[in-house]
Every structure is written in C-alpha cells, then in structure tokens.
T-cell receptor, first 118, second 114 residues
C-alpha cells in the first residue's frame, strides 16, 4: 500500500525568508503523480503544485517549487519569499497512474502547519 | 462562479440519527470524492465515483453510503451516526478519475455527533 509521510507537524518561517516542507512516500509503482495542497484557516483545499514522476525537471509555480528525488522517494516543497498569506496547513499527496482506467485514489500525508512570522 | 457546493456548512447531530451531506458541482467533472479530515490523520477517502451511475469504496467506507444518480450530485449518507464520525467532510471532483488531474474541493462540512 502507498503511504505518504510528513514527519514535521509544524514549521515556522520569517516573512520574506525561504522554507522547505518535507514529504516522503512509499510505493512500488514507477509511474505516479505527486501534489502539494494548501489549507488556510478558511478550510479550503487549494492545489499548490503537482509533479509527474516521469518528469525529471522539478515543477515550479511562482514562489513555490519542489525538489523531487525519485530514487529517494522524496518530494519537498520550497516556498520562497514567504508571505503572511502562506500561513496554512500543507498536505502532500500521491496518486498512481491509472493504466486500467480505474480510479486511483489520492493518498494524503497528515499535513504540516506552517506559521509565518511578521 | 463554478465550483463545488457542500451543504450544510456545519451540523450537530444526535447519535443514531440519519444524515445526508450534500455535494453539487457545476464543472461537469466525471469523478467525485468524499473525504473526512481528522486532526493528525490528514484526509482519508470514504467513497468515490468515476462517473455517473458508478461508485467505489475508499479507505474508510464503513458507516457511509453514496449514490451518483447524475453528474452533478454526490450525496454522502450516514445511516445511523456514531460519535466516531465526528469530523470535517470534504467533497471533491476532478475531470477524470486518474492521472495528474487535480481534485477541486468544496469548503467542507463540520459534523459533530453527540
């Protein structure tokens, strides 16, 4: 079974600084997808960034980028120039490629709470 | 604004009562999902539906049922609520049931079972 581990329950960063959130996963599959979701206090779940396992290039979305290490099964999220609005819970998620057309469920980590200090 | 609407926003329910959480999306997405979010456990999949007329069990399906009579609606029913079902419930949808298609989430329903 696939598992996603976020070992740090909480992190804090100074405004304008850079922070990295860790995520590791366990799978025997070779083709899959990885996601980072943000959940602010408003409770909405917002997609931050996604990565296809077959792509060697790390995904980037503005201030958000990932460090995808397939061999190490690691998928960390880097937030540059942190802003107060980045304060939220962040979830790492994994999904296998559905070769058969069947639904492949999204497996979430337990989340990490990020606080941003002004 | 296109998206997912969940109702109610919150509910307090006596144990043993029947409750249906509503979920409607207007994006014409084929796949829909129900998750529960519990502190320290992240989000866990309860049930899913790849397309109208089909449903499947997720990680924690016991005590819950779903139906998918049409593309837009995906209600979640607790036949006889128990305190362990106290949680925040999220409905989500995606264009299709797999791949890199992101899931779009509703705002959640906070359910307390007393």
């Amino acid at each position: 079974a696939q598992t996603v581990t976020q070992s740090q329950p909480e992190m804090s960063v100074q405004e304008a600084e850079t922070v990295t959130l860790s995520c590791t996963y366990d799978t025997s599959e070779s083709d899959y997808y990885l996601f980072w979701y943000k959940q602010p206090p408003s409770r909405q779940m917002i997609l931050v960034i996604r990565q296809e396992a077959y792509k060697q290039q790390n995904a980037t979305e503005n201030r958000f980028s990932v460090n995808f290490q397939k061999a190490a099964k690691s998928f960390s999220l880097k937030i540059s120039d942190s802003q107060l609005g980045d304060a939220a819970m962040y979830f790492c998620a994994y999904r296998i490629h559905p070769y058969t057309g069947a639904n492949s469920k999204l497996t979430f980590g337990k989340g990490i709470t990020l606080s941003v200090r002004p | 604004i296109a998206g997912i609407t969940q109702a109610p926003t919150s509910q307090i329910l006596a144990a043993g009562r029947r409750m249906t959480l509503r979920c409607t999306q207007d994006m014409r997405h084929n796949a829909m999902y129900w998750y529960r979010q519990d502190l320290g456990l992240g989000l866990r999949l309860i049930h899913y539906s790849n397309t109208a007329g089909t449903t499947g069990k997720g990680e924690v399906p016991d005590g819950y049922s779903v139906s998918r009579a049409n593309t837009d609606d995906f209600p979640l029913t607790l036949a006889s609520a128990v305190p362990s079902q106290t949680s925040v419930y999220f409905c989500a949808s995606s264009v299709s049931g797999g791949g890199n298609q992101p899931q779009h989430f509703g705002d959640g329903t906070r359910l307390s079972i007393l």
